[in-house]
């Protein structure tokens, strides 16, 4: 009898997560549809800018380290300086060049998500033997490789077309999600 709680909770916890990560790859998904060039170009600079403050702060840490340090030996204070030097010089390109970064970022983007897409649709694939709903589960596999593959061979294509792939996915994905957390059996 407890076990067929402890089952019946974890089934409940498995629908919540689906339903939680497929309602937040719908809207997603629909905002990137709605706005696509405003919402791509305003992530990859604010995530530019984020970069580069990150950059310049832990430049400033390493300058910190290599010029004030009195327990690092010589050496060790040298290539903190340096160090803090390479951080700040990268952080101030970034700011003075943050659309360039934007777009480097957005091409970077792309491929991590094509890659992640990819072995989502593996693991999916892969678990489909411990799923009720067979049929939900390979639709979604199929959606998220194919996804993955485009993203992965088609970088250059642009930015648009870029968020425009992102985004009809996320909504595809969504859906399937949804779909599977509301079907799966408790």
């Known amino acids: 009898m407890q076990n067929q709680v402890h ?3 974890h089934l409940d916890l498995t629908r919540t997560f689906l339903g939680i990560s497929g309602l937040m790859a719908l809207v997603v998904g629909v905002l990137i549809l709605i706005f696509p060039g405003q919402s791509g170009l305003a992530v990859m600079q604010v995530t530019a ?10 430049g400033v840490v390493y300058l910190g380290l290599g010029v004030f340090s009195g327990s690092l030996s010589g050496k060790n204070r040298f290539w903190n300086a340096f160090l803090g030097l390479l951080f700040g ?5 970034i700011l003075f060049n943050v659309k360039e ?6 091409l ?4 991590t998500i094509g890659v992640v897409w990819i072995f989502e649709g593996v693991f999916t694939f ?3 033997l411990s799923v009720t709903h067979k049929v939900w589960g390979i639709i979604y596999a199929v959606v998220s490789i194919v996804a993955g593959i ?5 970088p250059f294509i642009g930015v648009i077309a ?3 792939m992102i985004g009809i996915s996320l909504v595809a994905l969504g859906i399937v999600q949804l779909i599977r957390a509301f079907a799966t059996k408790t």
């Open 49 to 58: 800018v984020i970069m580069a403050a990150w950059m310049l702060i832990s």
């Open 126 to 128: 892969a678990t489909l």
């Open 162 to 164: 870029l968020w425009w």
């Open 108 to 111: 970077a983007l792309s491929v």
């Open 150 to 154: 485009i993203l992965i061979v088609t």
């Open 89 to 93: 010089f990268g952080g101030f390109i």
């Open 101 to 106: 970064t934007a777009a480097v970022l957005a």
């Open 7 to 9: 089952v019946k909770q």
